[in-house]
C-alpha cells in the first residue's frame, strides 16, 4: 500500500482530532512556525514536510502523556504516514520518553526547539507588553539562568540541540523568536502593542 503524505489541512485536522487544549494548538502552531522558518533558513525543498512535523509533533500528548511519542506512531502507522514522519516526530522526546535518537537535521531542529517554545512564550507571557513582537534575545537568555521560570522546560535539551545543529544557543533562540513572531496572533502572543 503506497504510504500517504499527508498535507498542512490533514495534518491540522489530525491534530485537532487528538487535542482539544488551546495552550496545546497553540504550542503545537508555534513549533509549526519554527520548523517552517529553520527549513527556510536552512534552505531545505520540503518546506511543507517540516511544518507538518513540527504541527502534529505532540499528537499524542494530551490523550496519551505516558505513551507520548510511542503512541503517535500507532496513530500515524494507522493513517498510513510514511516512517521518515513518524521517526522524525518521535525524536523529539529522545532521552526524555523514547530512545529514538535525532539523526536528520529536520529532527534536531525539532529536538532543539520544542522546549524552546516553551520557555519563550513564557518569557512573553510575563513581559508587561505580554507581546513576543518587540522579544529580545537577552530577555530569553535572563529566563533562562532562573531555573524555577518554567522549570518544565529542559534547557539541557535545548543546548544539546544546538550543539547537535552545530549553532550557537544564542542564534538558535533568535530564530525561535523570529518564527513565533510570524504567527504571534495565532498563538495568542501578539500582546498588546
Known sequence: MEKLIPNREQAYELLKEYNKDESLIKHALS?????????ELFEEEDKEKWGIIGLVHDLDYEMYPEEHCKKTREILEERNWPEDYIRAIQSHGW??????????????VLYATDELTGLITATALVRPSKSILDMKVKSVKKKWNQKSFAAGVNREVIEEGASMLGMDLTKVIEETIKAMQNVSEDIGLKGNL
Open 31 to 39: 513549533v509549526e512556525a519554527v520548523m517552517l522558518h529553520f527549513a
Open 95 to 108: 532521552k526524555l520518553c523514547i530512545d529514538v535518537e535525532p539523526i536528520e537535521k529536520m529532527e534536531k
